[in-house]
């Protein structure tokens, strides 16, 4: 659980771009801030974010999308909700952290939309692409898939929603064969993109999930000067 600070080689002008992702109830951004704790005690800066709502535009804009029961909306609508709300936290808080040498640390981003709106919706792949270029979206320089059978995630994602005493998201009242289209996307991007792609494990305790995370993302971070501990910033 709290791994060594690790010693890193020396900082480059840019930060790195994480991702985080996953079907509900994977918990992602339980690990996305338990990455961020260790972050803060290895002195490494970084922001967090996330997809919807990761500015104050995107708050709005989550609002109406996660809503259990809000308007209907055909899937190309969804869509471009999502777009809109990406384009802004790229502009407003991803690009300009990259650019200063933070890393950023993100909360869904493009291959939540390939798997939710693309796959499990049917919107075209070459669509999704189309825009994606049209649009010069960044590509992550490591994107985690956290990963479970979705029997287990929506069990989890219920039971968090009964314990805050928060309604069922829109995403969680979606049938079994829904959130099993998005699983298998997931593993296929997961498989044809080795590179960028992480497959995580999710269904040990947070703890370990969390181990494992940092094995795998320890060589991104890079060191900072010896100072008083720098805390992670987060949006959203």
Not at 103 to 121: F, I, K, S
Not at 186 to 214: G, N, Q, S, T
Request: charge should be positive; hydrophobic fraction near 35%; proline fraction near 8%.
């Amino acid at each position: 659980m709290n791994p060594s600070p690790a010693v890193f080689p020396a900082r480059s002008r840019r930060g790195k771009f994480v991702t985080f992702e996953g079907i509900e109830g994977s918990g992602k951004s339980l690990q996305l801030r338990l990455l961020g704790e260790q972050l803060t005690r290895s002195r490494i800066p970084f922001i967090a974010t996330r997809e919807p709502g990761g500015t104050p535009f995107g708050r709005e804009v989550r609002a109406i999308l996660l809503a259990e029961k809000g308007p209907g909306r055909v899937p190309e609508a969804e869509l471009l909700l999502y777009l809109a709300d990406r384009i802004q936290d790229l502009k407003e808080v991803v690009e300009p952290a990259l650019r200063d040498g933070i890393h950023v640390l993100c909360d869904r981003y493009q291959d939540a939309t390939r798997a939710y709106q693309g796959a499990a919706r049917g919107i075209s792949p070459s669509l999704l692409q189309v825009l994606a270029q049209s649009l010069q979206l960044r590509r992550p320089d490591l994107t985690l898939v956290f990963d479970l059978p979705v029997e287990v995630g929506l069990e989890r994602a219920r039971r968090r929603n009964s314990e805050e005493n928060s309604s069922q998201g829109r995403f969680e009242a979606e049938c079994l064969a829904f959130h099993r289209r998005v699983r298998r996307a997931y593993r296929r991007f997961a498989a044809e993109e080795p590179d960028r792609f992480r497959l995580i494990p999710a269904d040990a305790p947070p703890e370990k999930v969390h181990d494992r995370v940092w094995r795998v993302t320890r060589t991104l971070w890079e060191a900072v000067p010896a100072r008083p501990a720098v805390r992670g910033r987060s949006r959203g």
